[in-house]
């Protein structure tokens, strides 16, 4: 069992933790919890387990961005909870589908970092949820080193 350290920040943050370093939160919402990332692959079971724990459903997932220590539960996550709303912009729904080309406005290097290609179910950018709003991050350039 790959066990997932809970500590709760304020009554509308919860932060769950792998490792010591890799972290996904809880933002608890009038009808539920937005989970913020889904971290290492192996982590759903103790994400759900910690959903249970303070008594709300997850009802949306939000990927921050496509690396695998981002976004590497997502899949089974999104297995057991069929109805929660996946998140996240179109240029990552396309990394994580195996799309590695570069959009227009990015700089000519190769995109770096660890990525899962598994699935392909992703909003269209702009869609409005919660108080965020999906696309804001379509021209970053920013990537992480390998």
């Not at 195996?98 to 190769?110: I, S």
């Not at 899962?116 to 269209?124: E, G, I, N």
């Amino acid at each position: 069992m790959i066990l997932v350290h809970v500590t709760s920040h304020s009554p509308h943050l919860t932060r769950l933790s792998r490792l010591g370093s890799v972290n996904c939160f809880f933002v608890h919402e009038e009808d539920g919890l937005t989970l913020i990332d889904t971290g290492l692959p192996g982590s759903a079971t103790g994400i759900l387990r910690a959903a249970a724990a303070v008594g709300r459903p997850i009802r949306r997932i939000l990927l921050t961005h496509a690396h695998w220590d981002h976004a590497g539960s997502v899949d089974r996550l999104l297995e057991r909870i069929p109805e929660a709303e996946l998140m996240l912009t179109s240029r990552e729904g396309r990394l994580l589908a195996g799309d590695m080309t570069l959009d227009p406005a990015e700089p000519g290097v190769p995109v770096k970092g660890r990525y899962l290609h598994r699935f392909v179910k992703y909003p269209a950018a702009g869609e409005r949820f919660c108080k965020l709003v999906v696309g804001l991050s379509e021209r970053r350039q920013l990537r992480k080193p390998v």
